[in-house]
């Protein structure tokens, strides 16, 4: 079974462009969450969405956005693109209970440069 | 608020020693959930062990273990017998049962395994 995947690996945007994100989960998992790796810290949630719908949002400004599709794929977008959004952006999918005992799947990342 | 601190940043030991990560956490909930999660050089973060609140009973996988103490908020990791593919950054994280997947992840503590 293929695990999540997430494209692109790697991407170089300039500051002030705008950048999308893309992720497809486990099959059968209905929860895809976004985190944000800075190098040297630990990953910082961003969003998850379950069944379409947002569940979850960190603290990050209004310029992320991210939705979900019928098949459970996710989209991140971030918009004007900061230097300090330069990072490995996460996804990771769950079956999506409300216990928060979900282990979470991730993938590979994209790694974004911001120049 | 809460909080996850692994306050050792980096670790060199030879292989086939043991090695202890530590792990403090501060929250505010009786209920939540304690993780540790893998991540080598490939970016992905492979998940290890989930623990809940409730149970303190110590786990055994391998040459992996795990010591959780709610007196200390203590959730230490050890590997026995440490070999050179333990080398990875290795993540301690707490969710809280709010309904999300939001994890908080710790800074990490990057092992290095000498042969």
């Known amino acids: 079974d293929a695990g999540v995947t997430q494209s692109p690996t790697h991407l170089i945007k300039t500051r002030g462009q705008h950048v999308t994100l893309r992720c497809s989960p486990i099959s059968g998992h209905k929860s895809v969450s976004w985190y944000q790796q800075v190098l040297g810290q630990g990953p910082q949630f961003i969003f998850q969405?379950?069944?379409?719908?947002?569940?979850g949002r960190g603290n990050f400004p209004d310029r992320f956005s991210a939705r979900q599709f019928p098949n459970y794929s996710s989209e991140l977008n971030v918009n004007a693109l900061l230097l300090g959004d330069s990072a490995l952006y996460l996804c990771?999918?769950?079956?999506?209970?409300?216990?928060?005992?979900?282990?979470?799947?991730f993938g590979a990342g994209s790694r974004l440069t911001v120049l | 608020a809460q909080k996850v601190t692994q306050a050792q940043t980096e670790i060199s030991v030879v292989e086939k020693e043991d090695v202890t990560l530590d792990c403090v956490y501060e929250t505010r909930d009786t209920t939540y959930y304690l993780f540790w999660y893998k991540q080598p050089p490939s970016g992905e973060l492979v998940f290890l062990i989930r623990r809940n609140s409730f149970d303190e009973q110590n786990e055994i996988s391998g040459r992996y273990s795990w010591n959780f103490q709610k007196s200390t908020s203590s959730f230490n990791f050890t590997i026995t017998a440490s070999q050179v593919v333990d080398s990875a950054v290795y993540f301690c994280a707490l969710s809280e049962a709010r309904g999300d997947d939001k994890i908080i992840f710790g800074k990490g503590t990057r092992l290095h395994i000498l042969p």
């Open positions: 990771a999918s769950s079956l999506g209970s409300f216990s928060g005992a979900n282990v979470l799947t």
């Open positions: 969405y379950y069944e379409k719908e947002e569940r």
